[in-house]
DNA sequence: CTGTTAGCGCGTTCAC
DNA sequence: GTGAACGCGCTAACAG
């Protein structure tokens, strides 16, 4: 591989001294309009593409965001990051994505080696409430916007759905419906969203009478495979659930996989309801019922409002935080109870 | 937020110089005890974290790779990115992810960013086969490997399927099972890959004498909503095609969605085989028949060739170029033409 | 308008 | 074993 040209390669091509070189690059005003020819006459010649990682380490900037989310695989994160992808690249920013499968150990490790990569700031994307390294960021003042998530506490900046009344709305969709006996597919409530869900299921539930039964309920990882099999064994069971209010999309899918191996029809044996929206339940072919998450609006209003953090520093008044309103969207997955 | 930390500081308060700090970081042998203790003393006590930008240009090395996809919200892309961003974590290299939405101009400002980012290599998923700028790079030996996709003339490193034989034994399936009215839901052939599979279904069809007939093939730009409008109009015609061959999950989803809009049964009316496998596909609900990529071997393989360019620098035979056997998965979708 | 100079925070000789 | 000094390629004053 043929050895870079550097800015200073140009200035000597174009006889004229490296800062100018910069200036060009950086678009200054009043350069004279022959040496700037010559500059880009040079630049273009050479092949020259100056080099960011010497740029920011000059500027201390890198233009570039961390994002950070629970899981690639899942359509909402997937989605959710193709915005703020999208929207960063217009605006010069770069991305760079991290995974950490739901783990705690690797949400640590994914911050620590964005803050060594320098990067602007920061989208999370699922974190444990109780995470002190979230607080830390937060009271540093390094910008860091939590996306559809929180910590105890309100410590952060953060573009949330209503969670409770998503969870609240989906429920007395199913109630309405007739179901009283309804599944509730969560995960682990150390995530503050989940938690707030659980209470919006339990208050649907109060408000019509309905006894909550620990037995419905699924609050363990997030795995495919153990929510089929919760899913597929309470089929089996005798009093079975006429209905499964499900925290993603994702995890409605493998109910409605659990239902389809059980040779059940949906809506007409078992309900499902999901959370978040994500592409594939507008599929007709699908018609996955389900609570809005407003992907768009919030990725878009994180990477915004991150911006504004990066950009405005000091400036802007602390927290940021933004509650949405959950939407219910009805297709074909949910129907009476028989 | 508080300025950084740097090793200047640590090596201050240890009571060493900076170069001492550097060789703990780097963990060289021949350190005093003592000294080496002061040091990581000083690096807890003041929470230093290495800046990597600055070790980047002076190692001219970023220990960070290109991710250039189509499109993230596409569950094959982003089931392969994150294969990929898994098996790069272990090996402690970061990922900069980059979305073309299949657009030729987005795909060289990426790579131009990502060659102004420094990063050590690129996997390039979905190029145009007359992509210059791709065989520039292979020529300056920049490690390049495309990803199931590859360029006229294979001037490169890449990793694909084989792709012609996929399709072919997609459309034999389809034809054993009766069909003659066989539509082909494809993309530009400016991607080598679908130019591939247009070769393979041709043949496939030539081998049992049934016409091709461009009424039933689709070859335009990859969008959900023209191609949903594409099969919903031609399943209104008269002498409608009793299945399609698709070429990718994500877009025969889209058939199953215009199917459904017109009340027609899988696979009872309609046969539908999709290429990718992913993995909602082998959901039960959904049930998709298609051709596997085998995605997990497909991504492990180019990071891992990728890393062998990238670390064993010249005394790689180039090009390096992989060809995996396409897998026929049966599920619901297909069935026999009545 | 443009050149000179001094960092940015590390890794890396080369002495001692 | 360890420190001083230089360089990676660029931006940012400061002169002129």
Chains 1, 2 share one sequence.
Request: glycine residues 6%.
């Amino acid at each position: 591989m043929k050895s870079r040209v550097s800015a200073y390669d140009v200035a000597r091509k174009a006889g004229v001294s490296q800062s100018t070189v910069s200036r060009v690059l950086n678009n200054f005003p009043h350069i004279k309009e022959g040496t700037k020819k010559k500059v880009l006459a040079a630049i273009e010649e050479l092949g020259f593409t100056r080099d960011e990682i010497a740029r920011s380490l000059a500027e201390k900037k890198t233009r570039t965001i961390g994002l950070i989310i629970g899981d690639i695989t899942n359509p909402f994160f997937a989605e959710s990051a193709g915005v703020i992808m999208g929207k960063a690249a217009e605006l010069e920013y770069d991305v760079i994505i991290c995974n950490t499968n739901h783990q705690d150990d690797n949400l640590e490790k994914s911050i620590k080696m964005l803050i060594g990569k320098r990067v602007d700031g920061i989208i999370i994307a699922a974190v444990n409430r109780y995470s002190k390294k979230i607080k830390e960021l937060y009271e540093a003042q390094f910008p860091v916007v939590l996306y559809n998530s929180s910590i105890e506490g309100n410590h952060a900046n953060f573009i949330v759905l209503d969670n409770e009344k998503g969870a609240y709305i989906a429920v007395k969709h199913l109630v309405e419906l007739g179901h009283r006996n309804i599944a509730y597919i969560s995960g682990p409530s150390k995530f503050l969203t989940l938690h707030q869900r659980d209470i919006g299921y339990k208050k649907a539930l109060g408000e019509y009478g309905i006894p909550y039964n620990q037995r419905l309920i699924y609050d363990r990882e997030f795995s495919y495979r153990e929510i089929y099999q919760f899913a597929y064994k309470l089929l089996c069971s005798k009093d079975k659930p006429t209905s499964f209010f499900v925290t993603s999309d994702q995890m409605a899918l493998a109910i409605l996989d659990a239902a389809a191996n059980h040779n059940l029809e949906v809506p007409k044996d078992v309900s499902v309801i999901g959370f978040d929206d994500i592409n594939i339940s507008s599929n007709q072919y699908i018609g996955l019922t389900t609570i809005s998450q407003k992907k768009e609006t919030m990725a878009s209003l994180a990477l915004e409002k991150l911006l504004l953090l990066i950009e405005g520093k000091g400036s802007i008044s602390m927290p940021i935080q933004v509650v949405l309103e959950p939407k219910l969207i009805i297709r074909k997955t949910t129907g009476r109870a028989n």
